[in-house]
């Protein structure tokens, strides 16, 4: 597993060898960043990456030129895994890692432009999740459709293998 595209291009990412990590694929990352670039969203912004695993997708956006962003993930040995990635592609200045259940750490969470959100397939807290997201724009992976609800528009959703990709946008400001 390598950094597709940007600053870190090439690099290779740390996975850990136990556990229930399931890191998105070079070419499920490619595609997802063909359309995210093209919507323009990935310069500039602030990135959250939840269930962030080995941190692939927050530090493709980080390469890719997106601001900041934070990784959270309630497993230990991935975070042990995502620093040394952090460290390795050189994006550990703009990066925050967050060990915390994501739902509970969701309810003090700033904003972000881009949410990147792919739990274990097993999940099923959906619906609680997008309530509590604010995001302009989320990426949700899983192995079914996901129904982000009616504050979110459905941009694209798309089978990769056993993979469902899933890009939303926020259709009103929470308050």
Not at 9 to 16: D, F, I, S
Not at 68 to 92: C, E, G, K, W
Request: hydrophobic letters at 45%; a negative charge.
């Amino acid at each position: 597993m390598r950094v597709v595209a940007g600053t870190a291009k090439g690099r290779k990412l740390k996975a850990p060898t136990e556990g229930t990590v399931r890191p998105t694929s070079d070419r499920v990352r490619e595609a997802i960043f063909d359309v995210l670039n093209s919507m323009g969203v990935v310069e500039g912004a602030s990135v959250a990456d939840l269930f962030a695993g080995t941190g692939a997708l927050g530090i493709e956006a980080l390469s890719r030129g997106a601001s900041s962003a934070v990784f959270v993930d309630n497993d230990r040995a991935p975070l042990d895994s995502l620093n040394v990635n952090l460290v390795t592609t050189a994006v550990y200045a703009r990066a925050t890692v967050v060990h915390a259940d994501v739902l509970s750490w969701l309810h003090t969470a700033a904003p972000v432009d881009l949410a990147f959100v792919d739990p274990p397939y097993a999940f099923t807290g959906w619906p609680e999740l997008f309530a509590r997201l604010d995001a302009g724009v989320v990426v949700a992976e899983s192995d079914r459709e996901v129904d982000p609800g009616d504050d979110w528009k459905v941009l694209k959703s798309k089978h990769y293998g056993g993979t469902v990709v899933t890009m939303a946008e926020m259709t009103r400001s929470r308050t």
